[in-house]
């Protein structure tokens, strides 16, 4: 059974950083490409940024929103992803997702994790 | 930046169509994604590829994409079905991704 855990929200002040931890289990890990998702009290999704895999350098990809702030990691050897957020600000308020989808073989596949509630408030 | 473009909200009654409107640049050379969220639930994946189902979603669901425009059609809607619908796609680098501004689809 795939699993999507995390962790690591709570609240900070404006300025402040967070890393978001995603914990990973039963699906390929290593070979998906891992996106984190948010969502303000609300308001519809935003796509956060991506960070592909290993056979493909691990490279990342941001929204211009959080460009710059965030910056997405993987550590295929603890199944884990993680979203470090500097220079928080208020509107960065919102549930974080992180989340995979692609081909395992021929099939799609689509998780998402519960999600993890980030106040940034003084 | 790159910017998806769905209606606010489509009301159907119990058993008519609903048709769910995506408008973006790319979406004649990118695939187009749709979820359904329903509220305090994370998404739900009902069409990927434009017009593929993933298993266990019914099939009413169905998605199609032409020109600049990906629609998700449900056809004879359920009460369940009401939920707000995103469409999902890439730009057409391929590097960023981004939803639709939404659409509440309601059923009464």
């Known amino acids: 059974e795939v699993h999507l855990v995390e962790s690591g929200g709570g609240l900070v002040q404006p300025g402040g950083s967070l890393k978001l931890s995603c914990a990973a289990s039963?699906?390929?890990?290593?070979?998906?490409?891992m996106h984190w998702v948010r969502q303000a009290s609300g308001k519809g999704l935003e796509w956060l940024g991506r960070i592909r895999s290993k056979d493909n350098n691990d490279a990342t990809g941001y929204a211009a929103s959080v460009n710059g702030r965030f910056t997405i990691s993987r550590d295929d050897s603890k199944n884990m992803a993680y979203l470090q957020m500097n220079s928080l600000k208020t509107e960065d308020t919102a549930i974080y997702f992180c989340?995979?989808?692609?081909?395992?073989?021929?099939?799609?596949?689509?998780?998402w994790g519960q999600g993890t509630l980030v106040t940034v408030s003084s | 930046s790159y910017e998806l473009t769905q209606p606010p909200s489509v009301s159907v009654s119990p058993g008519q169509t609903a048709r769910i409107t995506c408008s973006g640049d790319a979406l004649p050379k990118k695939f187009a994604y749709w979820y359904q969220q329903r509220s305090g639930q994370a998404p739900l994946l009902v069409i990927y590829d434009d017009n593929k189902r993933p298993s266990g979603i019914p099939e009413r669901f169905s998605g199609s994409s032409s020109g600049t425009m990906a629609t998700l059609t449900i056809s004879g809607a359920q009460v369940e079905d009401e939920a707000d619908y995103y469409c999902y796609s890439p730009d057409i680098s391929g590097d960023q991704f981004v939803f639709g501004t939404g659409t509440k689809v309601t059923v009464l």
């Open positions: 989340t995979s989808h692609g081909y395992g073989g021929n099939v799609f596949l689509d998780f």
């Open positions: 039963g699906f390929n890990f290593s070979g998906s490409a």
